[in-house]
């Protein structure tokens, strides 16, 4: 789910003062200096305000009961000792301790689709999974998949929210670093329904799962395999 951008000077407030109609400008123009900077202060103060609002309460966030179907998933999210990712702050923390590792662009057997809602970094042995999985679909098919989705901060999660009515509205394994999606609807990059590479996925995605390596379900909504990483 990043920080305000702090203001350098005032006088980029004088230079560029709030949005108002021509007459309010004509008066902010003429008022003494002293005033402007007042002005400039309470204007400052109050937008550092409404951004630093967060747009999550996180005692409601933990009150949703997972299903029974997703509690596996949150238990074995939480195995790895990551605190749940609030803010982009949450997980460089967490980059810096090395726990956190970056999820490559592109490898044999996936890539990596444009990230607007999470962050392309997985604990270590989640990331070693998705490698290992994609590898032996490129074996079985020749072919990539499209990962979708990855870490999440609640912050994400609440962007996402704005534009998908269906995003989880309490924890999700995202948010612990151990997950990541992969869509069922676009392989080789190509957008539309392929059967034949859809059922292979789903064998690599038993085969891991019998395994005891991970836990998955089949999101029909978001067209992907929601993906989540144990601690084996």
Known sequence: MAALSAFHSLPILHRDPPQVGLRDLYVY?????????????????????FKSQKCYDLKEVLKVEPTTLYKP?????????????EN????DKYISKGKFV?????SRGYRLQALEYSRPYLVKKARTTLENMAAKFATDTKSFFVVSSVTRTLEDQ??????????ALGISSHNYGAAFDISYVRFDHVLKVNTKLEKELEKVLLYYKNLGHI???????????????RRY
């Open 29 to 49: 123009r003429s008022l003494p200096t002293i005033s402007k900077f007042c002005l400039s202060i309470i204007f400052l103060l109050s937008f550092s305000l």
């Open 73 to 85: 998933h949150l238990l074995a999210a939480q195995n790895f000792g990551v605190d749940i990712l």
């Open 88 to 91: 982009a702050k949450s997980v």
């Open 102 to 106: 970056k999820v490559k662009k592109k």
């Open 158 to 167: 609440c962007r996402l929210r704005k534009v998908n009515s269906n995003a």
């Open 215 to 229: 836990f998955y379900i089949k999101e029909k909504q978001q067209s992907c395999y929601h993906v989540t990483v």
